[in-house]
């Protein structure tokens, strides 16, 4: 069955401190991957995509993922991070048509 | 034009009541998809547009929710006798092309009394 799992429910983070948001996905095929954000009262926004080639895909507002197949894993980094980044972040797989989402990461940032 | 745009932004209505909730794609998107995002949970697939034709509307939670595309542009999901369990943001989204990235709209929030 596909799936998307993000295991971290709620995370807080200070400021500058860096961070990583887990993912990981359960598809048949080789999937297309998305990080999107959203912010309180705000749509969902595209901050980076997987589809082939370099595993390493840098996206908007200086976040990374990596694609690691073996693991079946699509982790979302920031080194530094801003207390505007607070937000709920979703992982998505797609193959081609619906996306299938993960339940969110809610992100708090203290000063 | 500029981005995905929904109406309305909210709706409060009675249960039992028909809604209909409204998606204007970005122009030119052949691709058209909608979700439902439950209060703390992540978003549910309803119904995917390719062109006119719904190739794939298995997210549908029953047969009160439909969903139609005109002119491979808006498209009107409703909810017919509508139930409390129907609260939610409604999210629509569109793409280039079928399988690439998609552009959500800001959402209906739809609350049944």
């Known amino acids: 069955a596909q799936s998307v799992t993000q295991p971290d429910i709620h995370i807080t983070v200070s400021e500058g401190a860096s961070l990583e948001l887990r993912c990981n996905y359960s598809?048949?095929?080789?999937?297309?991957l998305f990080w999107y954000v959203q912010s309180p009262g705000q749509g969902l926004q595209l901050l980076l995509k997987?589809?082939?080639?370099?595993?390493l895909v840098q996206g908007i507002k200086g976040f990374e993922a990596e694609f690691k197949r073996s693991q079946s894993s699509f982790n979302l980094r920031k080194p530094s991070v801003h207390w505007s980044d607070a937000a709920e972040y979703f992982c998505?797989?797609?193959?081609?048509?619906?996306?299938?989402f993960g339940t969110g990461t809610r992100l708090q940032v203290f000063p | 034009g500029a981005g995905v745009s929904q109406s309305p932004s909210n709706k409060v209505t009675e249960k039992g009541k028909d809604v209909e909730l409204r998606c204007d794609p970005i122009s030119g998107h052949t691709a058209l998809y909608w979700y439902r995002q439950r209060l703390g949970q992540g978003l549910e697939f309803l119904i995917y547009?390719?062109?006119?034709?719904?190739?794939?509307k298995s997210g549908l939670p029953s047969d009160r929710f439909s969903a139609e595309r005109t002119g491979e542009s808006v498209s009107t999901l409703t909810i017919q006798r509508t139930q409390q369990e129907d609260s939610a943001v409604y999210l629509c989204a569109s793409s280039s092309l079928r399988g690439s990235e998609q552009y959500f709209g800001p959402g209906t929030r739809l609350t049944v009394t």
């Open positions: 998505a797989v797609g193959g081609g048509d619906k996306l299938i």
């Open positions: 997987y589809f082939s080639g370099d595993t």
């Open positions: 547009f390719q062109g006119n034709s719904a190739p794939d």
């Open positions: 598809y048949g095929a080789t999937p297309y």
